[in-house]
C-alpha cells in the first residue's frame, strides 16, 4: 500500500512563503513614468526592469538613478539566479555609448551605474564600448558620478586595462555567492577569477573604489557569508553590499531561506567591523542601491587618508 504522506523531497522542494518584510509599495508617479518612456524612445535597456528589481520604483519614483544596460538585451551566459535574457546576442550598436550619454544628460542624474551582458563572444568582453560610454557621459555630463558594473571580461587582463583606462568613479564587479555554490549559480564565471579581476582593478587604479555584491538566501551557510567578506577584504573591495536572493521565475534557483531584517543588521556591522569604507545590506538590497551614497562615502573616505 502507497502512503499519500509526502516525501521528505516533497517536503524540502515546497515553496517558502515570501515574508511581510519582502513586501513592497509601489510607486508609478511621473517621475517614474518620465523614466521608463525615455528608456523606450531611445531604445535603452536598464538592469532595473531586465533583472526585475524590486527597488524599481524607489530609484526611478524618488531618487531618478538608473542602471543601464548596455551592449544589448541578450546575455551569452546563463546564469541561474538572473532574469536577464540569455542566447545569441545583437550585432554591436556602436551608437550605443552616445544614446547612454545623451539620456544620463536629459535626466540630469547626479550618479550612473553602467553595467553590461556578458558579451564572450567579443575579443574584448565588450570593454571598449563600456569604456566609450563613460568617455561620452564624462563629455555630456562632466557633474554626473559614474559606477561601472561589468562582466569578468572573460578574465583577460587587457580587457580590464581598457576598462580601467577610462576612469570610472567606481568599479563594481559582483562575487554573486560563496565559493561552495559558485559552480551551481553562476555560468563560466568562477570564484576565484572575480577576486582576482577586483584585486587586478585596484592595482590599475588605485585611487579608484571597487565594490562588490553578495546574495543570500541560497544555502550558504553564515560562516561562508563572513569567509567572502575576508575574500573580498583580502582582495582590497571598499565597497559591499548584501541582499536576499528573490526568484524571477519557476525556471529559476529556488530560495532557501529568508534572512531577517536583524540578521541583515548583523552582517553589515561586521562588514563594517572587517574594514569596508561602505556597506549596504537589506532583504531589499541590490548591487546599485542607494549607490549615490556609496560614491559620496566612498569620497569621504578617500580625502581622509590625504
Not at 78 to 94: M, Q, S
Not at 216 to 227: A, D, R, S
Not at 258 to 274: D, Q, S, T, V
Amino acid at each position: 500500500m502507497t502512503s499519500c504522506k509526502p516525501t521528505d523531497k516533497a517536503a524540502k522542494e515546497e515553496h517558502i512563503r515570501k515574508p511581510e518584510w519582502l513586501k513592497i509599495k509601489l510607486n508609478t508617479n511621473d517621475e517614474y513614468k518620465a523614466l521608463k518612456k525615455l528608456m523606450r524612445d531611445n531604445n535603452l535597456h536598464t538592469v532595473c526592469e531586465e533583472a526585475r528589481c524590486p527597488n524599481i520604483h524607489e530609484c526611478w519614483g524618488e531618487r531618478r538613478t538608473a542602471t543601464m544596460m548596455i551592449l544589448g538585451g541578450v546575455c551569452t551566459r546563463a546564469c541561474r539566479f538572473c532574469a536577464v535574457k540569455t542566447g545569441l546576442p545583437n550585432e554591436l550598436d556602436l551608437a550605443e555609448p552616445e544614446r547612454v550619454a545623451d539620456s544620463v544628460r536629459i535626466m540630469n542624474l547626479k550618479h550612473v551605474v553602467i553595467t553590461m551582458v556578458a558579451r564572450d563572444d567579443l575579443k574584448d568582453g565588450g570593454a571598449g564600448v563600456l569604456a566609450e560610454t563613460i568617455r561620452a557621459i564624462r563629455r555630456k555630463s562632466p557633474e554626473t558620478s559614474i559606477e561601472v558594473l561589468p562582466s569578468d571580461l572573460g578574465g583577460i587582463e587587457e580587457n580590464l586595462q581598457i576598462l580601467m583606462d577610462a576612469k570610472p568613479d567606481i568599479l563594481n564587479h559582483n562575487i554573486e555567492t560563496v565559493r561552495s555554490l559558485t559552480p551551481r549559480v553562476r555560468a563560466r564565471a568562477t570564484y576565484d577569477r572575480s577576486l582576482e579581476f577586483l584585486r587586478k582593478a585596484k592595482e590599475m587604479q588605485p585611487e579608484i573604489p571597487t565594490k562588490s555584491s553578495l546574495m543570500i538566501g541560497l544555502g550558504e551557510t553564515w560562516e561562508e557569508i563572513l569567509e567572502v567578506m575576508d575574500d573580498l577584504r583580502a582582495n582590497n573591495v571598499d565597497i559591499m553590499t548584501i541582499g536576499q536572493y528573490l526568484q524571477p521565475t519557476k525556471k529559476h534557483l529556488k530560495v532557501q531561506k529568508y534572512y531577517a531584517p536583524l540578521e541583515f543588521g548583523k552582517l553589515r556591522k561586521i562588514a563594517m567591523e572587517k574594514g569596508f569604507s561602505h556597506c549596504e545590506a537589506g532583504p531589499l538590497v541590490r548591487s546599485s542601491y542607494h549607490a549615490d551614497e556609496q560614491v559620496n562615502a566612498a569620497a569621504k573616505e578617500r580625502l581622509s587618508r590625504i
